[in-house]
């Protein structure tokens, strides 16, 4: 898988070109009225009040939604439904390299507490929240291209 999406370009790679790439699980919700739910990333993690889509990295043994189901009850406090695989995208950026695996959930038990600190916002295109993770962006012009939209995904 080549390099997809490059973050902060200008800014020198941690780790070097030869780094390995880490696996993150992603949930992208989607409400019944197809808004989809960002977070903001809490104080003191890289890119500290981006808005991004709720999940984290797999530990090891895990599959991408054995470690969507516990960050997702560990972070913002529900259990999904079933997650449905959807994109994955490679993102490098200047602290690691990832690997985003990107799943749609449309259900899950619970109400949503911000275990982190972090905000949250049920969105709709074009995105009002920003500033928005580069690794995010392509998912906000696959949901358009998935509804018909053209044109900017972010106000």
């Not at 490059?6 to 699980?25: I, N």
């Not at 949503?112 to 906000?140: D, H, K, N, T, Y």
């Amino acid at each position: 898988m080549s390099v997809a999406l490059v973050a902060d370009g200008d800014r020198p790679r941690e780790g070097g070109p030869d780094r390995k790439a880490v696996d993150v699980a992603v949930g992208v919700l989607l409400d019944a009225e197809g808004r989809f739910l960002l977070t903001s990333r809490p104080e003191g993690k890289v890119y500290a009040g981006y808005w991004e889509f709720p999940g984290g990295k797999l530990e090891a043994g895990e599959t991408v939604e054995q470690a969507l189901r516990r960050e997702l009850q560990e972070e913002i406090g529900i259990v999904i439904g079933a997650a449905e695989p959807w994109r994955v995208e490679l993102v490098d950026y200047p602290h690691a390299l990832v690997r985003l695996n990107f799943c749609k959930v449309r259900a899950w038990t619970g109400p949503l507490e911000m275990r982190e600190g972090q905000r949250f916002a049920w969105a709709g295109l074009p995105v009002a929240q920003s500033p928005v993770l580069p690794g995010a962006l392509p998912v906000l012009d696959w949901l358009a291209a998935e509804r018909g939209f053209s044109g900017a995904t972010c106000a």
